[in-house]
C-alpha cells in the first residue's frame, strides 16, 4: 500500500518519514506528482489546514494522504503564532526572521511567563472519502536567545519541558522520539497499520 505525505518542506518531510513506522507503508512525498500546485492554507485552525492540504494532495494523486499542520503557540501572546507561524515575519517564510519577531515579542518576560507549546495536526485522507485526524503536543518554553544547530524552524528557541535543551541541541533521533510531529503520528499510528493491512 502507497502513502502519500503531503508536504513540499523538505525538512518536515524527512522529520515524517523518519518518525513513520516500518508496517509495510510505502512512503511517497508531492515530489512524485509533477506540476502538482499546493492549495492556499486558509483554514481557520492547524487541523483546517492539515484537512485542507491532505484532501487536494489525495484527489490529485488517487492515493492515501497524510499531511499534518504545525503550529507554535506562545501563552504571552495569547497563543500567536499558532496557525501563522510558518509565516510570522511575512510571506517569505524565513525561519531567522519568524525567531527574531518572536524574540523581540517576548523581550523582557521572564521565564515563567514564556511557556508554550508546539501543536501538530496528522490528517489522514483516503480516496473514498474517508478522513483521520490526530494531534501531538509538546509543551516547553521560549528560551532569551537561539541555542543548537539541529533541526529548524523555532526548535532554536524551543526548551522542552524538563530539560534544560531546546529541540535544536536534541540530535534527530532525541526529536523524533519526543517532538509534537512523533506524538501526532503516534495517535494516528493504529490507522495506518491498518492501511498497511488494507483494512481501511
Known amino acids: 500500500m502507497i502513502l502519500l505525505i503531503a508536504t513540499e518542506n523538505a525538512h518536515k518531510a524527512g522529520e515524517i518519514a523518519a518518525i513513520l513506522p516500518d508496517i509495510g507503508l510505502e512512503y511517497l512525498t508531492l515530489q512524485t506528482l509533477p506540476g502538482y500546485v499546493a492549495p492556499p492554507e486558509n483554514g481557520s485552525t492547524l487541523r483546517d489546514n492539515a484537512l485542507i492540504k491532505a484532501r487536494a494532495a489525495c484527489r490529485a494523486s488517487g492515493?492515501?494522504?497524510?499531511?499534518?499542520?504545525?503550529?507554535?503557540?506562545?501563552?504571552?501572546?495569547?497563543?500567536?503564532?499558532?496557525?501563522?507561524?510558518?509565516?510570522?515575519?511575512?510571506?517569505?517564510?524565513?525561519?531567522?526572521?519568524?525567531?527574531?519577531?518572536?524574540?523581540?515579542?517576548?523581550?523582557?518576560?521572564?521565564?515563567?511567563?514564556?511557556?508554550?507549546?508546539?501543536?501538530?495536526?496528522?490528517a489522514l485522507c483516503g480516496p473514498q472519502g474517508d478522513e483521520i485526524v490526530e494531534e501531538g503536543v509538546l509543551e516547553g518554553h521560549i528560551a532569551d536567545t537561539p541555542r543548537g544547530t539541529n533541526g529548524f524552524g523555532y526548535d532554536p528557541l524551543f526548551v522542552v519541558r524538563g530539560t534544560d535543551k531546546t529541540l535544536a541541541e536534541f540530535s534527530a533521533d532525541e526529536k523524533n522520539s519526543v517532538s509534537h510531529r512523533y506524538n501526532a503520528i503516534k495517535n494516528i499510528e493504529d490507522s495506518l497499520r491498518l492501511l498497511a493491512e488494507d483494512k481501511l
Open 63 to 122: 492515493l492515501w494522504t497524510l499531511a499534518d499542520d504545525t503550529g507554535l503557540e506562545v501563552d504571552f501572546l495569547g497563543g500567536r503564532p499558532g496557525i501563522y507561524s510558518a509565516r510570522y515575519a511575512g510571506e517569505e517564510r524565513d525561519y531567522q526572521a519568524n525567531n527574531e519577531k518572536l524574540m523581540l515579542a517576548l523581550s523582557g518576560v521572564p521565564e515563567s511567563a514564556r511557556t508554550a507549546r508546539f501543536r501538530c495536526v496528522m
